[in-house]
Structures are given as C-alpha cells and as structure tokens.
C-alpha cells in the first residue's frame, strides 16, 4: 500500500472512531504526510495509531490524540496560534492547513535538533512561513506575537503556566494536558475577562514539559 492510501485509511478510521468529524480537520489529516514527520526507520508504521519515537526520547502523538485536540482547538482561518512543545512538527502543520494562509502557527520546541527536522518536514509540506518553530522554553509563551487566539500544550503539565494565560486573547481557548508526569487530563480553557472557564475531556499520556512551569 501507498503512504497515500495508508492514509486514507488512517482518517477512514479516526472518523469510523468518532475522533475526528469536522471536514476541516478530516482534510487536514488527509492532507499532510505524518510519515515526512518520522525518522526514516519508523516510516512503515507512519500511519499506525500509536506515538513513534521521534529522538532525544521525545515522542510524535498518536493520530487519534492529535486528532482529538484538533476538534477540540476550535480553529478558524486567520488565527494567530502558539503551541508548546513543536517536536516534529506534525501537529502544527496541520493546524496551519486548518488556519489557512492567513493564519500562523508559533511552535516552541526546547530542543534545537527536533526543532531542526521539524522546519525541514514542514519546508516540504509547503508551509514554510505559515508555521515558524522556536527554540525555547514554550511554557514561557513567545511575548513578541501574543496575543494568541489559541494556544495548544502538547506536554504533560503540572499546571497552566501563568504567561501562557496572560497571552491568550479575550476570548481564546487554551488546551492542556494536565495532570501529573505519567497520567494527565486533557482540560480546555477559555478566557473570560478575569475569569477562566475550563472543560475536562478523558485521559491522555504526553511526555513533561520541561521548563520554568514544567516539572523539574
Ligand atoms: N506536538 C508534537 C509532539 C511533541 S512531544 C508533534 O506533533 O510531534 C512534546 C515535545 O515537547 C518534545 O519534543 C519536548 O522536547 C518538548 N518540550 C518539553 N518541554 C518543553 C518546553 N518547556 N518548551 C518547549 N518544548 C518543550
């Protein structure tokens, strides 16, 4: 089989799932190639649902878990978006697909070499501009383009970090895996003037987050 046909049926199957359902997304996964995001010796299993090694025993998400937080990101063309912890880069670009060409996706990775391959696949997605990875410490946020209509963590956190808050606009949603180093909710929260509105969804397993909010 194709990488192409193996991907059609990867999404046939996240919708047969009830993961993923809006069109946006269902294109977007049907779009960007997850096996140019893999080392090459983890490509015949690109389009399997599990998180494959990506290096520096950082991981690349299984498709159902990105395609959960795709839904749940609640995304529309022309959005500003910051995510932290961009690792191949897999998930980024497909927000940017979903987000248009008007939209920007900021990717924090702590790690120069990920962050390195990661501007390589999306290079060859031809997303170059539309995704811009950073190297630093994403719990932080990036002050210099904020504020950010959505902001995504995909790292296990012991709490929201307080900047990441100050640099969601009025009204943005925010959503993270919460919990602690080896079992996290996903929770999502939305930003209403001084308060925040928060939604708990099921259960989720990302690597920590490293870094000034992250575990130590
Ligand atoms: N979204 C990624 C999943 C990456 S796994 C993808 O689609 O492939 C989480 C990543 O977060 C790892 O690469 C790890 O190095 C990175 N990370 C951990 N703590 C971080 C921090 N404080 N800032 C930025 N990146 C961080």
Request: aromatic share 6%; hydrophobic share 40%; with cysteine.
């Amino acid at each position: 089989m194709s990488y192409e046909e193996e991907r059609e049926r990867m999404v046939i199957n996240l919708r047969r799932r009830g993961h993923i359902k809006s069109k946006e997304v269902v294109e977007a996964m049907k779009a960007i190639p997850r096996h140019l995001f893999v080392p090459e010796a983890a490509r015949p299993s690109a389009y399997h649902d599990t998180p494959l090694p990506i290096g520096e025993g950082q991981t690349i998400s299984a498709p159902h878990m990105v395609g959960i937080m795709l839904e749940k990101l609640d995304l529309s063309r022309g959005q500003n978006v910051f995510e932290v912890g961009g690792g191949s880069g897999y998930h980024a670009a497909l927000v940017a697909h979903i987000i248009g060409e008007n939209g920007r996706v900021i990717s924090m990775e702590r790690i120069e070499s990920l962050a390195e391959r990661a501007r390589e696949a999306i290079k060859r997605c031809g997303l170059e501009g539309r995704v811009v990875v950073i190297v630093g410490d994403g719990s932080l946020g990036w002050e210099q383009l904020a504020p950010y209509d959505r902001i995504f963590i995909t790292c296990a956190s012991p709490e929201i970090p307080p900047p990441l808050v100050d640099q969601l606009e009025e009204g943005g949603k925010l959503l993270i895996p919460l919990g602690s180093r080896y079992l996290q909710t996903l929770v999502q929260v939305e930003k209403k003037g001084k308060k925040l509105k928060r939604k708990s969804y099921g259960g989720c397993v990302f690597v920590p987050l490293v870094g000034e909010y992250g575990f130590s």
